[in-house]
């Protein structure tokens, strides 16, 4: 097959050497993208009087009749063609004849790459923001039925305070939301144009690159053609984001794998997301959970290896550059399919209220309790301290839990202790109190949702 470049060449790679050198099997990922691309190109030529009308019509109508082929899956990709620009120019010239080949008219592969990928991005983006709206709503809608579950909230994996159930779930929520927000604002970054940039230098031509950025819903332009076609910072941002977005998530994952444990039965998770063992008849396995934070090592590795790559370029285009393209569809894949099962899997879980309840009442996490409640009497924090660790020291010794004490041995570590000591170790009170700005109270807890609610 003859090569579209081949003219300077007397000799020919061999096909493993092509093979390894080709981009086609990952790249006509972008089909539909270069399609685009071209057929603004196209129209943009025409406009401008590089190609007549007529001969713009023919390539645009062979365009379109490759588009519909590729989406039905019946183009045929050859390796020896190298990528999904090259292919889709053969295809094209094979179906209009020699005016196929004007399509390339003041554009290089260097331009056309990056607008295809600055078009995928574009796209997939907006649908990754949707996937985490969804998602924030499924958590919105779980926090609701779960305002007054109470559970031990957690320092260094100990108990540390009861919260509110909803109250953790809607830490993720803002987690998310600073997820969207980042990737809203690389949006500015994705939504330039490169086209028309040329190999590295611009053209000749008397071409117009805003009518095509405008055609193809771009905000601008590159203002630098080197910079056009060798950036992809637009793709290291939105791997970075993406790694934040799938940390956040992971941790996720390592509360519900704990909390569906048979050590703390917080919650129990749908069927639909949880595998059995080939050996075990009584296991109960939270796969799905786990398989989302193993991949978030996936889209850590993309972000390292395409930082990797670029750190050592001269500007402008290198062959380097095609090792850009594998991570990024990865880590769009692994991020919309981890979005998707956490929203089907939070939505279904059910919460073990009674469990939980239990549990706040068998530990210490109430002794800040104590301490505020004589500080609340005027005793310094940390003389107030120190006597409520001595009374926890007392009841790891007897066996008991700070309820369980009597009044007398309050007294007699401070006489400013009084009956009501134990409406103030009331888990659900303690809870209750807790009203300050952003705090785990449940009108507080209540204040947040809303806010959720009005910024979805």
């Given amino acids: 097959m003859k090569k579209l470049w081949g003219g300077r060449f007397t000799g020919s790679a061999e096909d493993w050497v092509d093979e390894f050198g080709a981009s086609i099997g990952f790249d006509q990922e972008l089909a539909d993208q270069d399609i ?44 020896k063609l190298e990528d999904i620009h090259l292919n889709i120019e053969h295809h094209l010239t094979e179906l209009i004849g020699p005016t196929g080949g004007k399509l390339h008219t003041a554009r290089s592969r260097n331009d056309q790459v990056a607008t295809d990928m ?27 039925q779960n305002i007054e579950t109470l559970m031990p909230g957690y320092t260094h994996l100990q108990r540390a305070q ?17 997820d969207k927000q980042r990737y809203m604002d690389s949006m500015k970054r994705i939504n330039l144009s490169p086209l028309g940039a040329g ?30 076609v ?14 934040i977005l799938m940390m956040h998530l992971s941790r996720l994952c390592e509360e519900i794998i704990l909390w569906s444990s048979q050590e703390f039965q917080f919650i129990e998770l749908s069927d639909a997301f949880t595998t059995g063992s080939s050996i075990m008849p009584q296991k ?9 934070r ?12 395409l930082l990797t790559v670029l750190k050592g370029l001269p500007l402008a285009y290198n062959k380097d550059m095609q090792e850009d393209k594998e991570g990024m569809f990865d880590t769009v894949k692994t991020v919309k399919g981890s979005l998707k099962i956490f929203a089907g899997m939070i939505g279904s879980m059910k919460v073990k209220e009674e469990k939980m309840a239990k549990s706040v009442k068998n530990d210490f996490s109430n002794a800040t309790e104590l301490a505020d409640y004589l500080a609340a009497k005027g005793v310094p924090f940390r003389e107030a301290h120190e006597i409520v660790g001595k009374l ?62 009005t910024s979805l």
């Fill in 36 to 79: 685009e691309g071209s057929i603004a190109h196209a129209t943009m030529l025409a406009k401008c009087g590089v190609i007549t009308e007529d001969e713009a019509d023919v390539i645009i109508q062979g365009l379109e009749s490759l588009r519909q082929k590729a989406s039905k899956g019946e183009l045929e990709y050859s390796a």
């Fill in 118 to 144: 600055h078009l995928y991005l574009k796209e997939q983006v907006s649908e990754i923001i949707e996937l985490i709206n969804e998602f924030q709503k499924t958590l919105v809608h779980q926090a609701e």
């Fill in 162 to 178: 009861p919260i509110s159930f909803a109250h953790h779930l809607m830490a993720y929520f803002w987690m998310l939301d600073r």
């Fill in 199 to 228: 190999a590295l230098a611009g053209t000749t031509f008397p071409i117009d690159r805003h009518m095509t950025a405008e055609i193809l819903g771009f905000e601008g332009i590159y203002e630098n053609s080197l910079d056009a």
């Fill in 230 to 243: 060798s950036d992809r910072d637009f793709i290291l941002e939105f791997l970075s984001g993406s790694s």
């Fill in 284 to 292: 109960k396995n939270p796969d799905m959970a786990e398989l989302i």
């Fill in 294 to 305: 193993g991949k978030t090592g996936r889209v850590y590795g993309s972000l390292l290896g």
């Fill in 392 to 453: 926890v020291l007392e009841c790891i010794q007897k066996g008991c839990y700070l309820a369980d004490l009597p009044l007398e041995a309050y007294k007699s570590m401070n006489p400013l202790f009084d009956e009501n000591i134990y409406e103030a170790l009331n888990p659900y009170n303690a809870v209750e109190r807790r009203n300050s700005a952003g705090g785990t109270g449940f009108s507080q807890v209540k204040i947040q949702i809303e806010k959720a609610k």
